[in-house]
């Protein structure tokens, strides 16, 4: 009877090397989790954050491999890489009118404020810290500005928004990089009053711009006529002073030609002919007839 008993036992019982297996293998298996545990790897562009049982590491660790506490201590990455993100801004202008924009903002967190950003804001600063300064920066900037002075002047707007919103993060703590403002959305009554008033300035700098050209084109003849008349005024002293002057001008622009002689035609019309016309067309018994134009005549007895 008990070697029947012991019989079943030992054909219910476990072979010595299938356990020896599997007591290796959960060794092995036991070193792999305690390697994988105590070693930890903090990708490119992070900075990461060691917190063992619950307590924060004053010193963030670089990208890269490392070692750690197994078990007990945890690495979590935080990137400092630049980030972008939009959200949308509502504000009143200095003239009550209100202003509906979107902001785009560009920011990073350094390296040194990486350990602080996680204990206080879990890692993600824009929807606790970020955002409200900026939109607290816009508000105060919008209402020292009319609202179609922010649409004309949204560059200034944008560029004083940062400057203050810097101010309030602090730049050392975390970095804000731009603030792109864009959709500027007024009433459609304030929009149509500030296009009928853009309107209404390019007509106005229209009609100035050509009453100015009239005026300098009105002065410019002014001082034409005025040179003008200076001019004749000197040329005509200089040939009252020089008589001699105009022979000279009649020689040096003569092209050639004969002058013009006066004859009598049949019909007792005066005649205009060049010497050379005359020789060659009018009959020689006539010839003597003719004089020139610029000959004196005869005196009288």
Not at 152 to 160: A, G, H, P, T
Request: with cysteine; net charge positive; aromatic share 6%.
């Amino acid at each position: 009877m008990n070697r029947r008993v012991y019989d079943v036992k030992m054909e219910g019982a476990m072979p010595p090397h299938l356990a020896r297996s599997i007591g290796v293998a959960l060794f092995v298996l036991v070193l792999v989790l305690a390697g994988s545990s105590a070693t930890y790897i903090v990708p490119p562009g992070s900075r990461g954050v060691a917190v063992t049982l619950g307590t924060v590491s004053l010193q963030f660790k670089p990208e890269g491999f490392g070692f750690k506490q197994p078990f007990i201590t945890q690495i979590i990455p935080l990137s400092i890489r630049q980030r972008t993100r939009a959200m949308p801004a509502e504000c009143y202008s200095a003239d009550l009118q209100q202003v509906k924009m979107e902001v785009r903002l560009l920011y990073r967190v350094p390296e040194n404020s990486v350990v602080k950003i996680y204990q206080e804001y879990a890692g993600e600063p824009f929807d606790n810290l970020i955002a409200p300064r900026v939109m607290e920066a816009l508000k105060e900037v919008a209402a020292t500005q009319s609202a179609e002075q922010i649409v004309k002047k949204r560059e200034d707007v944008k560029n004083r928004a940062l400057d203050l919103a810097r101010k309030k993060i602090g730049q050392n703590f975390l970095e804000v990089v731009d603030l792109v403002i864009y959709n500027l959305t007024l009433s459609p009554e304030l929009e149509s009053a500030i296009e009928l008033k853009m309107i209404q300035e390019q007509e106005a700098s229209k009609a100035k711009f050509t009453q100015l050209k009239a005026q300098i084109d009105a002065e410019t003849a002014i001082i034409r006529g005025k040179g003008e008349a200076e001019a004749i005024q000197v040329r005509g002293a200089a040939l009252k002073a020089n008589p001699e002057f105009i022979k000279l001008q009649v020689v040096q622009n003569w092209n050639g030609r004969s002058p013009l002689v006066v004859g009598s035609g049949g019909s007792g019309a005066n005649l205009l002919l060049s010497l050379e016309d005359l020789n060659r067309h009018a009959p020689v018994t006539n010839r003597n007839s003719v004089r020139p134009a610029f000959a004196n005549p005869p005196r009288s007895q």
